[in-house]
């Protein structure tokens, strides 16, 4: 479509969100800027900003201040500035700023908006297309002006292709762009002196249906995939965004940082600033892993500064093999399955050596950090450490600061949320300690009940079941226990009461009941005869 004469501005928005999004913006302004000048039309930049409503007459100093923003954008190409500024406790949240922007559009109508490629770029793109009727080029990896039309190059085919993108020729007067800012230049400095336009927002009603909670910084994303020593990079043969979390997961397990090529980020697997490659981040680490992964140049030229390569692809001709160091030829899937498995049990083995070699008067330090490290790699907060091992979040904090040494039985349920094999780091002095155990608790329960094991070759193992009568309720008197596990009760003959925790059970032939055996818990007869019933004990 030919470029309205009347239009006279490419503008590009200013994300004020943080200070690595207001640096993507300014390179999106020298695109602008660049574009403008080559279609004799002007650069605007559009700010949107909230001020503080307990001091409106003074700019915000977070993230990025108005004013100080307004500045460099005239410094790096902006011809006009527009401010749209209204009064709010929260963050600019993008709803609001999809009105707010949709009222400075109609005020001053541009030729061309782009929008660096971020979740915000996209979803304000989007609602000014639904708002506008107009069209939006997605994910331009580069945008020019071509006999007088807008022409752009954007990947396709999952990044296999560059296709040359222009908007129709009966669409809106307003064109929408997001573009990729990871290979735009840094602006070059200009200088306007023009005074900054204040888009008038006095007749803009504010629709509030959306409510701002809180926020919380992303700290992953905010750590240096580029000067990480360690990365892990997934690609498409990791399948889908669960085999994506395996390669999230080593990367957490060996304290790396987690780095992608183009088709996971195009999946939403991973956000872009992980993207590795010709469009993305150049790294060096002194060990990469590259996991499903076929080599295209595009982006092994982000990680020819690394220092060792190991590769993991099912096809042994994959041109990747040609630059890994070590090649493992592999399901990805599998691979990454034992190998964090593996990785898991010797860091479990580890805390659990530490704990055992350590006095009380030395404070086994780094147990908590490896156990911490364990709860990262599942992306898990306290609490849901907490809830899945049955402390408290106050406990798990103290273990990870290493202010109280953790039980074997903490340990042991570590190893279950885990998915690991309690024996697989208990050494024998502490699965002998724990057999012990058992035993005594046994021992306690024959002093009260009659019993037969019914299982006796299972002696000292996992699972065991017993028949056990007990005596009428004049005679017996009631049995407090409580051991790790899990115990399932069923009854044959006679009433059982059962006292769980503070609650009382009461339980007739047939009925049976499963319970966490850490509850403590007591048995009694209710009949005047013999109360049997099948008892089910798992012990870790
Ligand atoms: C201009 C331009 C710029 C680009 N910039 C970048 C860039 O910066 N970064 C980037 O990464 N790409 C970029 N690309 C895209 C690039 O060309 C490749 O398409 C992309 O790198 C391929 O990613 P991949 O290796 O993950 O996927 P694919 O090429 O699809 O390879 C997947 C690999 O996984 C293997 N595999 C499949 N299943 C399994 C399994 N179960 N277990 C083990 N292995 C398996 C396959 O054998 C294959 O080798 C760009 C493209 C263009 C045109």
Same mark, same amino acid.
């Given at each position: 479509?030919?470029?309205?004469?009347?239009?006279?501005?490419?503008?590009?928005?200013?994300?004020?969100?943080?200070?690595? +999004?207001?640096?993507?913006? &300014?390179?999106? #302004? $020298?695109?602008?800027? %660049?574009?403008?000048? *080559?279609?004799?039309?002007? =650069? @605007?930049?559009?700010?949107?900003?909230?001020?503080?409503?307990?001091?409106?007459?003074?700019?915000?100093?977070?993230?990025?201040?108005?004013?100080?923003?307004?500045?460099?954008?005239?410094?790096?190409?902006?011809?006009?500035?527009?401010?749209?500024?209204?009064?709010?406790?929260?963050?600019?949240?993008?709803?609001?700023?999809?009105?707010?922007?949709?009222?400075?559009?109609?005020?001053?109508?541009?030729? +061309?908006?782009?929008?660096? &490629?971020?979740? #915000? $770029?996209?979803?304000? %793109?989007?609602?000014? *297309?639904?708002?506008?009727? =107009? @069209?939006?080029?997605?994910?331009?990896?580069?945008?020019?002006?071509?006999?007088?039309?807008?022409?752009?190059?954007?990947?396709?085919?999952?990044?296999?292709?560059?296709?040359?993108?222009?908007?129709?020729?009966?669409?809106?007067?307003?064109?929408?762009?997001?573009?990729?800012?990871?290979?735009?230049?840094?602006?070059?400095?200009?200088?306007?002196?023009?005074?900054?336009?204040?888009?008038?927002?006095?007749?803009?009603?504010?629709?509030?249906?959306?409510?701002?909670?809180?926020?919380?910084?992303?700290?992953?994303?905010?750590?240096?995939?580029?000067?990480?020593?360690?990365?892990?990079?997934?690609?498409?043969?990791?399948?889908?965004?669960?085999?994506?979390?395996l390669a999230r997961e080593l990367a957490a397990m060996l304290g790396g940082e987690l780095g992608a090529t183009r088709p996971p980020v195009l999946q939403h697997w991973t956000e872009e600033e992980r993207l590795i490659g010709q469009t993305g981040k150049s790294v060096q680490p002194n060990l990469l892993f590259s996991i499903g992964t076929s080599g295209a140049t595009q982006y092994t030229s982000g990680i020819s500064q690394a220092k060792t390569v190991i590769a993991i692809n099912r096809d042994p001709h994959a041109p990747i093999f040609n630059y890994a160091d070590v090649g493992i030829v592999a399901d990805a899937k599998q691979f990454l399955t034992t190998l964090l498995a593996k990785l898991k049990q010797t860091l479990m083995r580890d805390v659990a050596d530490t704990i055992r070699h350590s006095d009380t008067n030395d404070r086994q330090r780094g147990v908590g950090a490896k156990i911490k490290q364990l709860r990262q790699t599942k992306q898990w907060t306290l609490e849901t450490l907490a809830q899945a091992t049955g402390k408290s979040p106050e406990f798990i904090q103290q273990v990870e600061a290493d202010a109280m040494t953790p039980s074997v039985a903490f340990l042991l349920s570590l190893a279950r949320v885990f998915d690991l094999a309690p024996d697989a780091f208990l050494h024998q002095q502490q699965k002998e300690q724990l057999s012990d155990e058992r035993t005594k608790a046994y021992l306690t329960r024959t002093q009260n009940y009659s019993y037969q094991t019914l299982t006796p070759e299972a002696k000292g193992e996992h699972l065991q079941a017993f028949m056990v009568e007990i005596e009428p309720k004049q005679a017996h008197k009631p049995v407090a226990y409580k051991h790790e596990g899990e115990e399932f009760i069923l009854v044959e003959e006679g009433d059982l009461e059962l006292t769980l925790g503070e609650k009382t059970h009461l339980l007739k032939p047939g009925e049976s009941i499963h319970f966490n055996a850490e509850t403590p818990h007591k048995l009694k007869s209710r009949s005047n005869t013999k109360t049997r019933c099948v008892v089910v004990l798992y012990t870790p």
């Open positions: 479509m030919q470029i309205e004469k009347h239009h006279r501005e490419i503008w590009a928005y200013i994300d004020l969100r943080n200070d690595y +999004l207001f640096k993507s913006s &300014l390179k999106v #302004l $020298g695109q602008a800027h %660049a574009l403008a000048q *080559s279609a004799q039309k002007k =650069a @605007g930049a559009i700010i949107i900003g909230a001020r503080d409503p307990s001091d409106p007459g003074q700019p915000r100093t977070e993230p990025i201040p108005i004013e100080m923003a307004a500045e460099q954008c005239r410094e790096c190409g902006a011809d006009t500035v527009y401010l749209a500024e209204y009064v709010a406790a929260e963050p600019v949240l993008p709803h609001v700023c999809g009105q707010i922007l949709i009222h400075a559009i109609e005020q001053h109508p541009p030729m +061309l908006l782009l929008f660096a &490629l971020t979740d #915000l $770029g996209r979803e304000l %793109a989007g609602r000014l *297309s639904g708002a506008f009727d =107009a @069209g939006v080029i997605a994910k331009c990896l580069d945008i020019r002006i071509v006999d007088h039309k807008i022409v752009a190059t954007c990947p396709s085919g999952e990044g296999k292709y560059l296709a040359e993108i222009e908007f129709v020729e009966s669409g809106s007067a307003l064109k929408l762009a997001t573009v990729v800012t990871a290979t735009l230049p840094e602006p070059r400095r200009t200088s306007s002196t023009s005074a900054p336009v204040q888009i008038d927002l006095k007749a803009l009603q504010l629709e509030d249906r959306i409510k701002f909670v809180s926020h919380e910084r992303d700290r992953a994303l905010h750590q240096q995939l580029e000067n990480a020593e360690i990365v892990v990079a997934g690609g498409a043969g990791l399948g889908d965004a669960q085999g994506f979390a």
